[in-house]
Nanobody
Framework: QVQFVESGGGLVQPGGSLRLSCAAS????????MGWYRQAPGKQRELVAI???????NYAESVKGRFTISRDNAKNTVYLQMNSLKPEDTAVYYC????????????????WGQGTLVTVSS
């Protein structure tokens, strides 16, 4: 079973940047789509960005133009570059992977890693 380890979170001021990384412990295969999710306090987990095996990307409207997802298949790693951060970006960020885009969008995935906390505050 694939395990995910997220890192790179922290405290940043509004307008700042962070780069998150997520390493998959097992081989997820090049056919897997990978994605980043986030869960803010008191809210449901939501899909933030997704990247297909072909490198096509899609983003939630709230992060378009500010976040960039990328992947390194050789390292089984997915990244999320976050720029122009806003207080509403504060959340625990998780990654996951699945061969099905539909499943990624639905978010019905197991297992989940521990996530990495991003706090945007002055």
């Amino acid at each position: 079973q694939v395990q995910f380890v997220e890192s790179g979170g922290g405290l940043v001021q509004p307008g700042g940047s962070l780069r998150l990384s997520c390493a998959a412990s097992g081989s997820i295969g090049k056919i897997y789509a990978m994605g980043w999710y986030r869960q803010a306090p008191g809210k449901q987990r939501e899909l933030v960005a997704i990247i297909t095996s072909a490198g096509r990307t899609n983003y939630a409207e709230s992060v378009k133009g500010r976040f960039t997802i990328s992947r390194d298949n050789a390292k089984n790693t997915v990244y999320l570059q976050m720029n122009s951060l806003k207080p509403e970006d504060t959340a625990v960020y998780y990654c996951n992977a699945n061969p099905s885009i539909a499943t990624m969008i639905k978010g019905d995935l197991e297992p989940w890693g521990q996530g990495t906390l991003v706090t945007v505050s002055s």
